[in-house]
């Protein structure tokens, strides 16, 4: 079982930055591959970022550039930083975690964070 809160939403203009953290308890977190997904209204959910055990990471196309994703295992949290934000990034970003080596799907989702960029 996995649990995972996310934290630091909250409103922002275009050209500024945020930093969202997800803290996760549960089962070996620091092996676990862990992701961010968001979701506006009115859309389908999107894949954000996704980052492995040792730290590799992967990005979405539209997020590629912009946003860092990060993790501190002793802390059992991991971190999206998102710079030169736009009011095409508003949404609902979640926190999700990877169960298994080959998974290509989350196991485990947070609650959600809303962010909104302003023009």
């Known amino acids: ?3 995972l809160v ?3 939403g909250g409103l922002v203009q275009a050209g500024g930055s945020l930093r969202l953290s997800c803290a996760a308890s549960g ?3 620091s092996r676990n591959r862990m992701g961010w997904f968001r979701q506006a209204p009115g859309k389908k959910r999107e894949f954000v970022a996704r980052i492995s055990w040792n730290g ?6 539209s997020v590629k550039g912009r946003f860092t994703i990060s ?6 949290t991991v971190y999206l930083q998102m710079n030169s934000l736009k009011p095409e990034d508003t949404a ?6 990877y169960i298994g080596e080959f998974a290509t799907n989350p196991s485990y989702w947070g ?3 809303q962010v909104t960029v302003s023009s």
Not at 56 to 61: E, L, N
Not at 92 to 97: D, H, K, M
Request: proline share 0%; aromatic share 16%.
């Open 71 to 76: 993790r501190d295992n002793a802390k059992n």
């Open 56 to 61: 590799s990471t992967y990005y979405g196309d």
């Open 111 to 113: 609650q959600g964070t």
């Open 6 to 8: 996310e934290s630091g």
């Open 92 to 97: 609902v970003y979640y926190c999700a975690a």
């Open 27 to 29: 089962r070996t977190f």
């Open 1 to 3: 079982q996995v649990q």
